[in-house]
C-alpha cells in the first residue's frame, strides 16, 4: 500500500522559516504535490514536483530527491495568515492520489 | 472564473438513508476527483472521473459510487449510510487529472445520525 509519513504539528513565530518533511512509499511514482487548507476552508494548491530538486513560488519552496523517497515544504518569511494545515500528496503508479496526515503550523507573534 | 462549486454544504442524515451529493468542475475541466476528510484518517481518494470514465478508485466499499455527466458535472452517492460516513467530503477538479493541479471545492459536510 501507499504510506506518507509527515510531522502532526509545527509552532513558529512570524518571519521564522519552517519545513516540512514528507517521506513516502509507494508503488510506481509519479509526482510529490503540496496542498494547504485552513480550518473550515477547501484544500489550496503549492506546488508540484516530478522531478528532483528545488521548486520556487514566492515565500513557499518545495524540494523533491526520488531516491530517498522524501521532500519538503519550506515556508519562509512566516505570516499569522500561514496558519493552516499542510499536506503532501503523492500520484502513484496507478494514477491514485495519496495525502499524508497533515502538518498543522502555527505561527505565533 | 467561478470554481468548484459543490452542494449541498450540510447534510444530516440517519444510519441506512442513501446520500448524493454534487459537484460542479471549474469550466474546461475534464477531471473530477472525490475525497473523503476525517480527522481520524485524513484525506483519502475515492474516485476519479475523466470524460465521463472512472479512472480510478480508492478503497473503498461499494457502497461509494459516482458517476460524471457530459458536462463534466459529477455525483456521489453513498448508500445504507453508516456513523462512520460522517465526514466532510471534498471534490476537485483538473484540466488532465490528478498529475495536474487539484482544484478543491469547499466541500460538503455529512453527519450520519
Known amino acids: 500500500g501507499q504510506s506518507l509519513e509527515q510531522p502532526s504539528e509545527v509552532t513558529a513565530v512570524e518571519g521564522a522559516i519552517v519545513q516540512i518533511n514528507c517521506t513516502y512509499q509507494t508503488s510506481g511514482f509519479y509526482g510529490l504535490s503540496w496542498y494547504q487548507q485552513h480550518d473550515g476552508g477547501a484544500p489550496t494548491f503549492l506546488s508540484y514536483n516530478a522531478l528532483d530538486g528545488l521548486e520556487e513560488t514566492g515565500r513557499f519552496s518545495s524540494f523533491l530527491s526520488r531516491s530517498d523517497s522524501y521532500g519538503y515544504l519550506l515556508l519562509q518569511e512566516l505570516q499569522m495568515k500561514d496558519s493552516a494545515s499542510y499536506f503532501c500528496a503523492v500520484r502513484d503508479g496507478d494514477y491514485k492520489l495519496s495525502f499524508g496526515a497533515g502538518t498543522t503550523v502555527t505561527v505565533r507573534a | 472564473k467561478a470554481g468548484v462549486t459543490q452542494t449541498p454544504r450540510y447534510l444530516i442524515k440517519t444510519r441506512g438513508q442513501q446520500v448524493t451529493l454534487s459537484c460542479s468542475p471549474i469550466?474546461?475541466?475534464?477531471?473530477v476527483s472525490w475525497y473523503q476528510q476525517t480527522p481520524g484518517q485524513g484525506l483519502q481518494f475515492l474516485f476519479e472521473?475523466?470524460?465521463?470514465?472512472?479512472?480510478n478508485k480508492g478503497n473503498f466499499p461499494g457502497r461509494f459510487s459516482g458517476r460524471q455527466f457530459s458536462n463534466s458535472r459529477s455525483e456521489m452517492n453513498v448508500s445504507t449510510l453508516e456513523l462512520g460516513d460522517s465526514a466532510l467530503y471534498l471534490c476537485?477538479?483538473?484540466?488532465?487529472?490528478?498529475?495536474?493541479?487539484?482544484?478543491f471545492g469547499n466541500g460538503t459536510r455529512l453527519t450520519v445520525t
Open positions: 476537485a477538479s483538473s484540466p488532465r487529472g490528478v498529475e495536474s493541479p487539484l482544484h
Open positions: 469550466s474546461g475541466h475534464r477531471s
Open positions: 472521473y475523466f470524460s465521463e470514465t472512472q479512472r
